[in-house]
């Protein structure tokens, strides 16, 4: 199992350009989630799905969009980038029930100009 | 803000002593779980401990818990320098799913 994989690992943009990071995860867990971290802070929540077709708002969900057109698949969106979300994003899985440990992906680091 | 804090925010010991962290939260859990990330990665899961549990253990891992002071604390005994890692706590709120994680204590294991 590769478990929870991300795309890109690294990436650029300008300000205002637009950009999708893929989550995908093969141990067919119902719940997944992103997260971006900065420097000094923990992971914060910006939205999470607990399941296929399902999305919800997290903590910080401004400038950003989801989707979860399939159950392996949780797609980050940023419609028109800004410096405030130069970042390190995570994407989790978690098994049927929120309560369990989540397994995280490697990240992408994403700098906006 | 951050439902957990750990303290201290960084730590550098030796190879072969103990290190602690405490994580201290606001409101009730049903559970509390501590992960670690080394640098440039994801975070992995170490242990998790109940909301009515006081104790646990994990190899050199020994997780407390008091939910009456709303405090956690994670020992690793005997360190290595393979644990230089940043660690992290995080709850989750009674009743809800969302995970919570605070801002992590760094630790600096020495050779």
């Known amino acids: 199992n590769a478990g929870v994989t991300q795309t890109p690992k690294f990436r650029v943009l300008k300000t205002g350009q637009s950009m999708t990071l893929l989550c995908a995860q093969d141990?067919?867990?119902?719940?997944m989630y992103w997260y971006r971290q900065d420097p000094g802070m923990g992971l914060r929540l910006i939205h999470y799905s607990v399941g296929e077709g399902t999305t919800a708002k997290g903590e910080v969900p401004d400038g950003y969009n989801v989707s979860r057109l399939k159950k392996q698949n949780f797609l980050l969106g940023l419609e028109s980038a800004a410096p405030s979300q130069t970042s390190v994003y995570f994407c989790?899985?978690?098994?049927?029930?929120?309560?369990?440990?989540?397994?995280f992906g490697p990240g992408t680091r994403l700098t906006v100009l | 803000s951050q439902q957990g804090e750990e303290d201290p925010q960084a730590l550098s010991i030796q190879e072969g002593e103990n290190a602690t962290m405490n994580c201290s939260y606001k409101?009730?859990?049903?559970?509390l779980q501590w992960y670690r990330q080394n640098s440039g990665r994801g975070l992995v899961h170490l242990i998790l401990i109940r909301s009515n549990e006081r104790e646990k253990h994990s190899g050199r891992l020994r997780v407390t818990l008091d939910t009456s002071k709303k405090s956690s604390s994670l020992l690793i005994t005997a360190s290595r320098a393979a644990d230089t890692a940043s660690y992290f706590c995080a709850t989750i709120n009674t009743g809800g799913f969302k995970t919570i994680f605070g801002a992590g204590t760094r630790l600096f294991v020495k050779a």
């Open positions: 141990m067919n867990h119902e719940y």
């Open positions: 989790a899985s978690s098994p049927v029930s929120g309560q369990n440990e989540q397994f």
């Open positions: 409101t009730s859990i049903n559970n």
